[in-house]
Each structure stands twice: as C-alpha cells, then as structure tokens.
C-alpha cells in the first residue's frame, strides 16, 4: 500500500487482490471451481477492510487482528453446530466485510485520503 499510496483506493484494492489470491489454495471446503471463486469473497472482503483499518488507524497490526480476528471468531461459531460453510455463507460473509470496509474509508475524513497520498497510510499524524 506504501507503494501506491499516490492512489489510495488502487492500493486498498490491489492489496486486497494480493492477500485473495493465495487462498485460491485453501482447503475451506470448495470442491467446484465456482466454489473456489465464492470462496474468495471472505478474504477480498476482510482484505479490503483492514486495508482501509490500516489506513484510519495509521498500523499495520489493524491486518493482523482482522485476519487474526475473522479465525477466531470461527472456532466458537462453528462449535455448536452453526456452519459457516458454504458459497451462500462465504459470498455473505465477504460482502459484510466489504460494506464494513466502505463505511469506514466513507468515515475517513477527506484530509486523512490526502495525507495518506503525500505521507503513506501508516505515517505518524503531524502535530
């Protein structure tokens, strides 16, 4: 994100692409190739969220707790018996992910789209 940091929305959403693209390899359940497809909208959506975290909240570690976050959220979900398996359940999830996502880059204020443009999306606030 550093790196197009000039195009902030760009940077959000080629990160996003970056993270998604591994999990073409997970094991989450998919057994059709639309499935692997369906699959990818949890971690595009979760990608696109802590990109824009990562940016209100000037760090990195806004990533790491959402992935970390979305994992362990999972165990006690899946505990007594709700599934969240499932091309329905995985195309929900990622567009939950992605409407959370849009509501906190619509909440940045216009200054911090600017700031993020001339200094990064982690860089300390001026004083």
């Known amino acids: 994100m550093q790196s197009l940091r000039s195009r902030p929305v760009l940077a959000v959403l080629g990160a996003a692409v970056v993270v998604t693209i591994p999990h073409l ?3 989450g359940g998919q057994e059709k190739l639309g499935e692997r497809f369906a699959y990818l909208a949890i971690p595009f959506g ?4 802590a990109g824009v975290l990562g940016m209100a909240l000037r760090s990195v570690w806004a990533a790491v ?4 976050g979305l994992h362990v959220a999972n165990t006690p979900v ?3 018996g709700l599934s969240v398996d499932g091309p329905a ?3 929900l999830i990622g567009a ?3 409407l959370l996502a849009v ?4 909440r940045l204020p216009r200054e911090r789209w600017v700031e993020v443009r001339d200094r990064g999306p982690c860089a300390r606030a001026l004083s």
Request: aromatic letters at 12%; hydrophobic letters at 50%; charged letters at 5%.
């Open 103 to 106: 509501l906190i880059g619509l």
């Open 78 to 80: 899946s505990e007594p």
């Open 89 to 91: 359940q995985w195309i």
């Open 96 to 98: 939950l992910f992605t």
């Open 25 to 27: 390899l997970s094991q």
């Open 46 to 49: 979760f990608a696109l969220t």
């Open 65 to 68: 707790g959402i992935h970390g």
